[in-house]
């Protein structure tokens, strides 16, 4: 059974869970850039292995997604059936390991596989970290913890992009891929020698009521969640965000070299600092909004991904048609107009994140979370950097020779229609998990 508001325990929450809170937002953002830091290589892979946009889009998507899809229900049985610290300080290792053969490849199919051990490793990372700060927070609190954790990712685009740049630009593309996975043996020893294990549900259940969950077979521990219909509806609208937010991230920095003319180093460095910073404080204002207004009523866990949702698409769609004026030069870095409403897209696109996740962590009991957050992370994965930049790259190269370097812009605008369903299956998400006061029945 789920405690009710007034049987929850004091939200008493010490140092410990903070720092714990900090070192996996760490894993986290080392994760991420990993992922976003291609972003800044695309140009200069393409030219070493002489490849099309629609494979830089396989190799930066596809690649990646199809592994993880593959690991990541596995990764989130693990996470439920083991101690997630060990688990975690395992993933670093292999991580650390992979990310430095990816900068070792020597031809565009050893960079495909080494991408796809990367996600092997990676796949435990997302849903052992949730499942850790749902224990770590209670409900009321958690919004605001999830939305540190998801902040940092998109600060550390700051450093992916920005800093990835110039890196990539002076050392090559290859010293990036070796430098990130030195951070990862750093977090793989904190976990393993100082971190501990907090007592999985500790929020959701009194103790004499909690009891683990039945042991059940991937397919059915699946299938039995799949058929909650707010869970559902909830994961696919997160699949297609990531869809278009993806395609943007891994993109955006090649969409401002080809039409506003920029240098990779400096279109790397407006792409990290802005929209990193925006989606950073996005992503934070949304967790603590969350957290403040479900205190009244918890239709705010929808209605704020909602909101920015619609305010994104408002923001993105003058950001990419917007012509290549200057808006101002601080040195010799040229800011295009465009990149004031590229700060308004990044800070809404992050919205729904937080409240999202946090949302998960209520609709099924604690022993199903890591299945659960698992799941939802396949789904995002496989539909955000499996198909998105994919398709991206496909609808660039079918539009070039109508529109030339142009092509890349309109096909951005395409991929970004799927925000439309997601938005109503948000819609059909509150309906559903109204009828259970947004918690699970079990």
């Not at 010490?14 to 900090?22: I, M």
């Not at 990539?168 to 891929?177: A, D, I, P, T």
């Not at 910073?277 to 957290?291: E, P, V």
Request: aromatic residues 8%; positive net charge.
């Amino acid at each position: 059974m789920t405690a009710s508001a007034g049987n929850l325990p004091p939200a008493r929450v010490g140092w410990g869970n903070h720092g714990l809170l900090l070192l996996l937002a760490m894993v986290f953002a080392d994760n991420f850039v990993g992922r976003q830091i291609l972003a800044v290589m695309v140009e200069p892979i393409k030219s070493e292995f002489a490849v099309s946009d629609t494979a830089i889009g396989l190799i930066s998507g596809l690649a990646f997604a199809a592994m993880y899809a593959l690991m990541g229900l596995p990764a989130g049985r693990l996470v439920d059936r083991m101690p997630r610290i060990r688990l975690l300080a395992m993933s670093c290792l292999l991580w650390a390991v992979a990310t430095m053969a990816c900068g070792l490849a020597g031809s565009f199919l050893a960079l495909a596989i080494a991408r796809m051990l990367v996600a092997v490793s990676e796949s435990p990372t997302t849903s052992a970290s949730l499942s850790l700060i749902a224990d770590l927070y209670p409900p009321q609190r958690r919004s605001f913890a999830i939305s540190c954790f998801t902040a940092a990712p998109t600060f550390s685009s700051i450093i992916g992009l920005s800093l990835g740049a110039w890196v990539v630009e002076h050392f090559g593309w290859r010293s990036g891929f070796i430098a990130l996975g030195v951070p990862a043996l750093v977090f793989c020893a904190i976990l393993a020698l100082v971190a501990k294990e907090p007592l999985r549900g500790r929020w959701d259940l009194t103790p004499h009521t909690q009891k683990p969950s039945a042991l059940l077979g991937m397919g059915a521990e699946a299938r039995k969640l799949w058929a909650l219909p707010a869970y559902r509806c909830l994961i696919l609208a997160g699949g297609l965000t990531t869809l278009s937010s993806y395609a943007i991230g891994m993109w955006n920095t090649s969409f401002l070299v080809r039409s506003h003319g920029l240098s990779l180093q400096h279109a790397g460095l407006l792409a990290g600092v802005i929209c990193g910073t925006s989606a950073g404080f996005g992503g934070i204002f949304s967790g603590w909004l969350s957290d403040r207004l479900c205190r009244h009523n918890p239709h705010w866990q929808v209605s704020i991904p909602i909101m920015g949702h619609l305010a994104a698409l408002c923001a993105l769609v003058p950001y990419l048609l917007w012509s290549d004026a200057l808006l101002v030069r601080l040195g010799d870095v040229p800011i295009p107009n465009a990149m004031l409403w590229c700060a308004l897209y990044s800070f809404f696109a992050v919205w729904w994140v937080a409240p999202s996740y946090n949302l998960v962590t209520q609709l099924v009991p604690p022993g199903r979370r890591g299945t659960a957050m698992a799941l939802q992370t396949i789904v995002s994965t496989l539909l955000g950097v499996g198909v998105g930049p994919l398709i991206t790259g496909l609808f660039s190269d079918m539009l070039l020779p109508l529109l030339g370097q142009e092509s890349l812009r309109y096909s951005l605008l395409l991929v970004n229609l799927p925000v439309i369903c997601a938005v109503l299956l948000l819609m059909r998400t509150a309906n559903h998990a109204s009828r259970t006061d947004y918690r699970h029945a079990g």
